[in-house]
């Protein structure tokens, strides 16, 4: 049985940092596509940044670039993101989710197939 729980979310001022983490357990780890997605109020759920089973493939949005961070520890099976310069429309529910055995980078959103619970992250103007 395949398991995401993430950790890290909160409260934080606009400018500045958080770090998610996610484990993940029931799955081969380094062969499984990983990506962050987030859903604010009212909205779809988009994707935010993307990684290969391998951690030197990436993808990130455009309205990250440059200030999130995706990577990897597959002896640890975890996955994070690192979000700094942080913006109020940052504010979501962050989701992380997998894509066993297929461990190109992934950035469909139906394609993931395993989802974690989400954890809020609420930035303040």
């Known amino acids: 049985q395949v398991q995401l729980v993430e950790s890290g979310g909160g409260l934080v001022q606009a400018g500045g940092s958080l770090r998610l983490s996610c484990l993940a357990s029931?799955?081969?780890?380094?062969?499984?596509?990983m990506g962050w997605f987030r859903q604010a109020p009212g909205k779809e759920r988009e994707l935010v940044a993307a990684?290969?089973?391998?951690?030197?493939?990436?993808y990130y949005a455009d309205p990250v670039k440059g200030r999130f961070t995706i990577s990897r520890d597959n002896a640890k099976k975890m996955v994070y993101l690192q979000m700094n310069s942080l913006k109020p429309e940052d504010t979501a529910v962050y989701y992380c989710a997998s894509r066993p055995r297929v461990a190109v980078v992934t950035t469909t959103r139906w394609l993931y197939e395993y989802w974690g619970q989400g954890t809020q992250v609420t930035v303040s103007s």
């Open positions: 029931g799955l081969t780890f380094n062969r499984a596509a």
């Open positions: 990684i290969s089973g391998s951690g030197e493939g990436t």
